[in-house]
Structures are given as structure tokens and as C-alpha cells.
């Protein structure tokens, strides 16, 4: 029942039936144990990361649904491996929540891509901004190991999933600080042999909440500029005028509330009516490639 559980809840509505935290007293229960399990069907599991595989564990175990918030992150690669095969044997969805896939242009980003409308896509950088040092290094849990790059460099690296495809471990550690915080509070990372390039730029010290893309490709560039939940965002596609010159250009701005919530609900709610054998494969991804660079961006920041 933090910030998180609480926008899950709202998104949840009238399906929700109970909450529970060990320190919120807004919370109807201390744990999972106080509640008698034939009175849920899923539970939407936003907490930090140390008991994510213990509640897994348990949920999965009484045959629950489980949506967990990112990363699935586990100390050891056998948990998430156990997890799998405990959903499977359970006919139990467990899916890990990246909100940012059903923002409306990261969509129309995948769509374009996969249309071929760009061309062989050379270059794509990212930045992904929070104001949030401060808060985090406030917090009883989250200025710790590798700071903003699991916090902000997951959405990312599942963002790269999302359009391009692929589970590439090509990463390095370009550039990482710990400015302000314990943590490194500002990093870097990239890929030069992946098709396409990849440039990630995650930081807690942008004061203004911001998203940028861009994607420069063979027969024009694809951009983004925030996200509906900082709006106005915009959507460009440019295409390419040969030998040079003024690209033509379609802009769609939009600007309105976070959708992503409610349609990552209403997507929970789809796999649950018909759930497919669990695969976890994607956080295996993730968690090997975020303990790579973790170490590396540790390392780096502290020089």
C-alpha cells in the first residue's frame, strides 16, 4: 500500500477485496496469512524487492495469480526458475508489471517500427528522468546497490524488448555518479554490436520529470517527448528526403491522464481468464543483465 499499491488498487476498483501491508495502517491486513486464501483468485504484489520470491512463492504455491511490480528481482537465478515452474505446475499467471508498454506512443514507436516504414534502424537513445534523489535517499529501502539503474534502467531495457525484439547482453557501463545520493543516482549504459545501437541515460536528478526517444533509421527518425503521465507527450515521424532536406513530418501530441494503469489491469485480468504456461525468461534477461551492469556502475561510481 505504497504509491504503487495504491494506483493498482484504484485501477483495480471493485475487484479489489482486500490490502495489505505490514506498516500502512490504511491496510485491512498485516500479511498475506491473515487472509483466508479462498477469498481472492490474483493479488497485484507492490513491494520492494528483497520479499518479492517469498510472497511469490506463496501466492503461486495456493494457485493465485500474481501481477508483480518491476523488476523480478532475485538474489539467485534458481528462484526465478523455481517461480516458473511453480506457476506452470499451479496453471498460475505470474506476469511482471511494466506499466510504460501501454503508453499510447510507446506503442505507435512499436507499431512503426515493426511496419518498416523507418527502414534498417541504426541508432536509438533514451533518456529516462526522476526528480526523485532526494526521496530515494530518504527511503528505508531504496538507496542501495545499483540506485537508479534497476529503478529506471528496467523500464528501459524492457522498452528495447518491447520494440526491438531480442534479449541482447551486449551492455556496458558508459558513465555513473552518485551525485547526491549513496546510490548511483545518475547512469549511462549502452550496446554497439546489437542492430539496433542502443544508448540508455537513467537519472534521479532531472528536476522536471522527463522521457525523450529517438530513433534515427535509413528512411527517416522517430522521436518521443514525455509521457501522458507528465504531459502534453508528443509522437514525430519524420521521413527522410533524399539527397537532404526538410524532412515531411507527422506530429501527434496528446494530453491527458495516465492510461496505462487501467489498460495494464484489463491486460492482468485477460491472461488470468485464459492462463499460458508461465515463462519468466524475460526477467532472467534482465535480472542477469542488470547484475552485470550493477556491478559495473557500483564500481565506476565510487572511484
Not at 166 to 177: K, W
Not at 232 to 240: C, E, G, N, Q, V
Request: one cysteine or more.
Amino acid at each position: 500500500m505504497g504509491v504503487q499499491g495504491r494506483k493498482r488498487r484504484a485501477a483495480a476498483g471493485a475487484d479489489c477485496v482486500a490490502s495489505v501491508d505490514p506498516v500502512n495502517k490504511e491496510a485491512d491486513f498485516r500479511s498475506l496469512e491473515e487472509i483466508q486464501v479462498d477469498r481472492y483468485d490474483a493479488a497485484l504484489v507492490c513491494t520492494p524487492d528483497e520479499p518479492k520470491v517469498e510472497l511469490l512463492e506463496y501466492l503461486l504455491g495456493h494457485g493465485k495469480h500474481v501481477l508483480v511490480e518491476k523488476p523480478l528481482w532475485a538474489s539467485r537465478d534458481d528462484d526465478l526458475q523455481r517461480l516458473e515452474k511453480l506457476a506452470r505446475e499451479k496453471r498460475a499467471v505470474c506476469y511482471t508489471a511494466y506499466n510504460h508498454r501501454f503508453e499510447p506512443h510507446y506503442v505507435r514507436m512499436r507499431d512503426a517500427i515493426a511496419s518498416g516504414v523507418l527502414g534498417t534502424i541504426y541508432h536509438c537513445r533514451m533518456f529516462y528522468g526522476n526528480g526523485t534523489a532526494r526521496l530515494v535517499r530518504e527511503s528505508a529501502w531504496r538507496d542501495k546497490g545499483a540506485g537508479v539503474l534497476p529503478d529506471l534502467g528496467s523500464h528501459l531495457l524492457d522498452t528495447v524488448n518491447f520494440w526491438f525484439g531480442g534479449m541482447d547482453t551486449d551492455y556496458e557501463v558508459h558513465f555513473a555518479r552518485c551525485f547526491e545520493n549513496r546510490a548511483p543516482d545518475h547512469v549511462v549504459i549502452g550496446s554497439r554490436k546489437t542492430k539496433p545501437q542502443l544508448e540508455l541515460e537513467m537519472t534521479l536528478l532531472s528536476w522536471r520529470n522527463h522521457f525523450t526517444c529517438d530513433v534515427f533509421a535509413e528512411k527517416g527518425s522517430a522521436h518521443i517527448r514525455s509521457l501522458c503521465k507528465w504531459g502534453p507527450t508528443t509522437f514525430t515521424l519524420r521521413k527522410r528526403v533524399l539527397p537532404s532536406g526538410r524532412p515531411a513530418e507527422e506530429v501527434e501530441t496528446l494530453e491527458q491522464p495516465d492510461p496505462t494503469w487501467a489498460l495494464e489491469y484489463a491486460h492482468f485480468r485477460k491472461l488470468c481468464e485464459r492462463p499460458a504456461p508461465a515463462d519468466l525468461g524475460r526477467d532472467l534477461w534482465l535480472q542477469k543483465t542488470l547484475r552485470a551492469l550493477g556491478a559495473s556502475a557500483v564500481a565506476m561510481a565510487g572511484r
